[in-house]
Nanobody, 126 residues
Framework: QVQLVESGGGLVQAGGSLRLSCAAS????????MGWFRQAPGKEREFVAT????????TYADSVKGRFTISRDNAKNTVYLQMNSLKPEDTAVYYC???????????????????WGQGTQVTVSS
């Protein structure tokens, strides 16, 4: 079992930046592939970014590529999402997730993740 707690959300103007954090507790953090997802009002939850257990492999959704950066610090049991050049369409609740069993280096499918945080709201004003 692992517990995930997101922080760092808030209100920002278009073009601004935010850094989300997700602190994990429970089982050994470095055993988990980590991911970020988001859910906008009236829409389904969608994949944003994922990072491998060691941090040497990442994958991004096309909509955020070049603007968002996922990273992790296994010594601090924390995964981050640096969001730059934010757009109003980035407004959503952002969730971090952990995946334990996959043999793949990264995982993009929501259904494959085992544990989820409660989410943090990001609002980008135009």
């Amino acid at each position: 079992q692992v517990q995930l707690v997101e922080s760092g959300g808030g209100l920002v103007q278009a073009g601004g930046s935010l850094r989300l954090s997700c602190a994990a507790s429970g089982r050994r953090f470095s055993n988990y592939i980590m991911g970020w997802f988001r859910q906008a009002p009236g829409k389904e939850r969608e994949f944003v970014a994922t990072i491998s257990r060691s941090g040497d492999s990442t994958t991004y959704a096309d909509s955020v590529k070049g603007r968002f950066t996922i990273s992790r610090d296994n010594a601090k049991n924390t995964v981050y999402l640096q969001m730059n050049s934010l757009k109003p369409e980035d407004t959503a609740v952002y969730y971090c997730a952990a995946e334990f069993t996959s043999w793949r280096p990264v995982v993009t499918r929501e259904v494959d993740y085992d544990y989820w945080g409660q989410g943090t709201q990001v609002t980008v004003s135009s």
